[in-house]
């Protein structure tokens, strides 16, 4: 699916603009950024040092209601916005996919550190999507913020303590 190609763009990418580093990685990403992280971690798990997974947006279980979302909003912008093909085609294309492994592959990534940080209330994000990656990555830590403007305060913070840490 369009999520595992991003995976394999990513393994790409550090490949091709940080060789020296492209063997142990620190990933991070926000929504499907977070979504392309994971797939790369599942990808190859040995070249991934650490993990950012900010607002993992809905997945497996949750998947099937986000889209549906997805696709009455891209129903409402034909309605509203005909000449606006290029927002309705991303909204389809987001409803078209999933992570492209089920949750206990997430297993493969035991060793990996992992910071997942969601916010609650957040429809899109749904932190049952962070909680399905933390059951399945005991080792990973979970952090709930109360609203995307504590988000905005605490994850900075939590994010370079993660890679700190990572690195010494």
């Known amino acids: 699916g369009a999520w595992a190609t991003l995976g394999r763009d990513v393994l790409e990418v550090v490949a091709a603009e940080a060789p020296e580093v492209a063997d142990v990685v620190v990933l991070a990403g926000q929504s499907m950024g977070a979504v392309a992280s994971l797939e790369a971690a599942v990808m190859a798990p040995t070249r991934v040092q650490g993990l950012v997974l900010m607002r993992l947006p809905a997945m497996w279980a949750t998947r099937a209601n986000s889209a549906a979302a997805l696709r009455a909003v891209a129903a409402e912008e034909l309605t509203d916005r005909p000449e606006d093909t290029q927002d309705r085609s991303v909204l389809l294309a987001a409803a078209a996919t999933d992570l492209s492994f089920p949750p206990s592959a997430i297993n493969a990534l035991a060793a990996i550190p992992t910071l997942i940080l969601a916010v609650e209330n957040d429809g899109s994000h749904p932190v049952s999507s962070a909680e399905a990656v933390k059951a399945q990555h005991q080792g990973a ?19 370079a303590a993660f890679v700190a840490k990572l690195r010494s």
């Open 141 to 159: 830590t979970l952090i709930v913020s109360t609203s995307e403007e504590a988000a905005f305060q605490e994850w900075p913070a939590l994010v």
